[in-house]
């Protein structure tokens, strides 16, 4: 393996000063096979073997900088000369920060020559002698060549799947599959992650999952993941991080992890741009985008539209039982429906650099979301043997989604010292939205007469964040870094509700009891605080630490529905990093505390009756869950191929949980069993899993990446006197291959196992994809055709749970079957181009804010 390694090091080297010294061209899109992870590429090497150095106890160092940025070039190609001649001695790749070092060397004169593509070379003479074995160079700056561009070619590529130290990142734009599609096809091939039909997000098996997009969030995600990720096209992704052991910066960080949506956006001099149109039969869109920079100023846009569409049935089967355990009463439901839906979005951004080390940056992001069903319902209650409720119902369901985020930032860097760092950043988001219904109801068989009963919803709600943080970055030496930072969120949220019904006069009138204003606020202050330093040659550690102060305030409509809350929380975490003899491999442990406080999504009041034996509603005095991770991580390169394992163990005493009751309720005279559903701090939830990644190229163009999950789930609760328990896997392979003439084939599969709920169980469910896609006019442009489960039509999902009668007399057991069938076999064919001239321009230093303290909906999963 170092032998393979070096040998592919002294190639790099030279091909870099020898295009450095001919042709400047853009920075590389992606490593080359059996590269180190982030190292540039191009075509596998093909020199020979190194000749056998002479060794010794001698050590040359230093750090990579752009000339111009004062910032480290990443993965910067070093390449050790003899005093004469071109034939590598040795050879290293910078890390991340810039640094190389070059180790065991014997006396002697030496030159090193350092190079990036898109720079010049440079190359000094360095003289090792006895007394002096170790030369530190200080800074190596680069300086970046450019040159107008009349079109790109990229001749080299990322892999589908990537591991970096802290992460693992999924190449969405390398996937022809996701093309036409949504941000829910994408994440569903993310290493560790699983996205169910409905949409529904989970990492490692647990809902309690932080959505970021450009590291930020967004008003997008702030109150429905699963509706968000219809919102967002797959075409304007171009790559997802899944991050499971986020340090002390971010906030509270999500009990499972973080996982960031990264926009495709560029630092190019010049005028490109890019226009694209999908067209299939569940997924429709349109996307374009155009992007300018001169000088210091930069300007990016993308305007997309988009449409689905969404027929399905379902199915209601529950039997009610009395503590004795006699069947007092049964309910059947058929429901089908017909769905769609679509919206538009807008992102502008501008970015200005006064000078090399001050960068200044505004972004908008607007998004507008519409989508509505309409279902033919038809319903049987019958209380023991006597038929008493039978009837069809025609019902219209709408909802509306707008949104926007104005973020501000300001980045200061400190010349030589590239390192060193301050940023302070401002965000202001908000979210409406309304929700409505209208129920017509008829005598079962009898749609053409009026109806005997109406009913009309509607819930308009509005959540307002406003955030303000400053971080610093500090270089105690040049391999110890403290960082402390600052935040304050501030956070509005209204709920209006109402709901009118009418008999068959068709008088409509309000229902008192099921109307109100909710009115919610919650503020949070958090500093922090992380320092990072080796522990010998093989050790490096971080410990950092979180204190967070949060105050809460609620009031329904009048004195009597105010409430308050406040606490202050310390929030450890600690991470231990051992390299290992073979290069870039490590093993590391680490644990950490998350605090997870509830969104909109659990805290909103309404009471949705869309059916009236089973209501939904939001619970506004849930608390916030604390959550105690531990995991182990192994990761790997073995002859061009990545293997990561992690060992985890997840305890939440608090957790946030779907709760169901089942209740005698006295109904216009007759006695009904209405099952009612919201959430509560209510369980302890324990959760211990192992899983396995693996990437790996078989041949140069054929690439295989694969994900394994298994977890054992202990679900307890003490109030609801119930406990679940079982076993839960998931796996998933994608994988492409590039035939000749711009022609490439790509597969995507997946399965998941039950998913096991406090009350209940979710039923396995699979998919898979296929995709071809060619490219066009000499790479600019692509055509490509992708199949969704093209031999199934539709997938059959089930939710299977128990109510349970404990403390309250009034309430029974309940056993029901929700089956939903789900449209899922879906054709789409896309185009895009690609177009203007560009020069390469390096990147300049960001931060991001990141609001990842909230739980937010998984559609009811309870967040297992």
Excluded at 11 to 18: K, N, P, Q, R
Excluded at 484 to 492: E, F, P, S, T, Y
Aim: proline share 4%.
């Amino acid at each position: 393996m170092k032998n393979s390694l070096l040998l592919l090091l002294a190639s790099a080297g030279l091909l870099a000063t020898e295009a450095a010294a001919q042709a400047p061209a853009t920075r590389p899109a992606a490593p080359a096979s059996g590269a180190p992870t982030g190292a540039p590429g191009g075509a596998s090497p093909q020199a020979a073997i190194l000749p056998a150095a002479p060794r010794g106890n001698g050590r040359i160092s230093g750090t990579v900088l752009d000339a111009t940025t004062k910032q480290p070039v990443e993965f910067a190609t070093v390449a050790l000369l003899p005093a004469t001649g071109e034939q590598p001695l040795d050879g290293a790749v910078a890390d991340d920060k810039g640094r190389f070092s070059l180790k065991g060397l014997a006396p002697g004169s030496y030159r090193l020559s350092v190079s990036f593509i898109g720079c010049g070379a440079v190359v000094q003479p360095v003289t090792l002698a006895e007394g002096k074995m170790s030369v530190d160079l200080g800074s190596v700056a680069l300086q970046s060549q450019t040159k107008q561009l009349g079109e790109v070619q990229v001749t080299g590529e990322r892999p589908v799947v990537e591991s970096k130290p802290d992460r693992l990142v999924y190449n969405a734009a390398q996937d022809a599959t996701n093309k036409g599609g949504t941000a829910a096809d994408v994440l569903r091939k993310a290493p560790m992650v699983s996205v169910d039909p409905d949409g529904n997000l989970q990492l490692r098996g647990s809902g309690n999952v932080r959505v970021l997009i450009n590291g930020k969030p967004s008003a997008i995600v702030a109150n429905d993941v699963a509706q968000a990720l219809k919102q967002l096209p797959a075409d304007q992704i171009k790559n997802v991080e899944v991050i499971t052991n986020p340090s002390a910066k971010y906030d509270s960080e999500g009990s499972a992890g973080i996982i960031n949506i990264v926009l495709k956006e560029n630092n190019l001099q010049g005028v490109n741009g890019s226009v694209g149109l999908a067209a299939g039969t569940r997924n429709s869109n349109a996307n374009f985008n155009l992007n300018a920079r001169k000088g210091k100023v930069g300007f990016n846009s993308a305007l997309n539209g988009w449409a689905f569409y969404a027929p399905g049935v379902q199915a209601v089967d529950r039997n009610t039982y009395d503590r004795a355990g006699k069947l007092i009463s049964t309910l059947t439901q058929r429901n089908e429906g017909r769905g769609g839906g679509g919206g538009g979005n807008l992102r502008l951004g501008v970015d200005y650099e006064p000078a090399p080390n001050h960068a200044l940056n505004l972004t908008l992001n607007g998004n507008l979301f519409r989508n509505g069903n309409n279902a033919d319902v038809s319903q049987t209650f019958t209380p023991g043997n006597d038929r008493r409720s039978n009837y069809d119902r025609e019902l219209e369901q709408k909802f509306r989604n707008q949104n926007f985020d104005l973020t501000g930032s300001y980045t200061r860097s400190f010349g030589q010292q590239s390192r060193r760092e301050w940023s302070v950043l401002g965000q202001h988001s908000r979210n409406t939205n309304r929700r409505e219904y209208d129920i017509d109801q008829y005598e079962l068989y009898q749609e053409h007469l009026s109806p005997f009963y109406q009913e009309s919803s509607l819930n308009r709600a509005r959540n307002v964040e406003t955030t303000l943080q400053t971080d610093y970055v500090h270089p105690l030496s040049d391999k110890q870094t403290v960082e402390v930072g600052a935040k304050m969120i501030l956070r509005d949220v209204y709920s209006n509700y109402y709901v009118d019904t009418a008999g068959t006069r068709g008088v409509f009138g309000q229902n008192a009891s099921l109307t109100n204003i909710f009115d919610y606020t919650q503020n949070v202050t958090a500093g922090y605080a992380t320092y990072a330093t080796p522990l010998g040659k093989k050790y490096n550690v971080r410990l950092g630490g979180r204190v967070e102060r949060t105050d809460i305030e609620g009031n329904f409509q009048g004195d009597a529905g105010r409430f308050t809350l406040g606490y202050t929380n310390a929030l450890p975490n600690v991470s231990l990093t051992r390299n290992l003899k073979q290069q870039g491999s490590t093993i590391r442990a680490s644990y950490t505390r998350r605090i997870q406080r509830p969104s909109i999504f659990f805290l909103n009041p309404y009471v949705n009756r869309i059916d009236p034996f089973n209501i939904q509603r939001g619970n506004p005095s849930l608390n916030a869950e604390f959550a105690d991770n531990y995991e182990l991580n192994w990761n790997t390169f073995v002859k061009g191929s990545v293997i990561n394992l992690t060992g985890y163990a997840r305890i939440t005493n608090n957790a946030i949980e779907a709760v169901r009751t089942t209740r005698d309720t006295l109904v216009n005279g007759v006695t009904r069993q209405i099952l009612t559903g919201t959430y509560g701090n209510v369980a302890r939830n324990q959760t211990f899993g192992l899983n396995a990644f693996g990437s790996v190229k078989p041949l140069p163009k054929w690439d295989v990446s694969g994900n394994v999950n298994v977890s054992y789930v202990y679900l307890k609760s003490q109030a609801l006197q119930t406990s679940n328990s079982g076993l839960m896997y998931s796996a998933n392979i994608n994988s492409g291959y590039k035939f000749d003439k711009g022609l490439s084939l790509q597969f995507f599969g997946m399965l998941n196992s039950r998913r096991i709920q406090l009350q209940g169980t979710s039923s396995a469910w699979s998919m898979y994809a296929i995709g071809v896609r060619k490219d066009l006019f000499k790479g600019k442009g692509d055509l490509t055709l992708n199949a969704d489960n093209p031999f199934t039509k539709f997938r059959r999902l089930e939710n299977n749970f128990r109510t349970r009668y404990f403390d309250d007399p009034s309430l029974v057991q309940s056993d029901q079957r929700n089956t939903t069938n789900i449209y899922q076999r879906g054709v789409r064919l896309a185009f895009n181009y690609r177009f203007g001239k560009l020069e390469n321009k390096p990147k300049r230093p960001s931060r991001s804010i990141r609001n990842d303290d909230q739980k937010s909906g998984d559609g009811g999963q309870g967040g297992n």
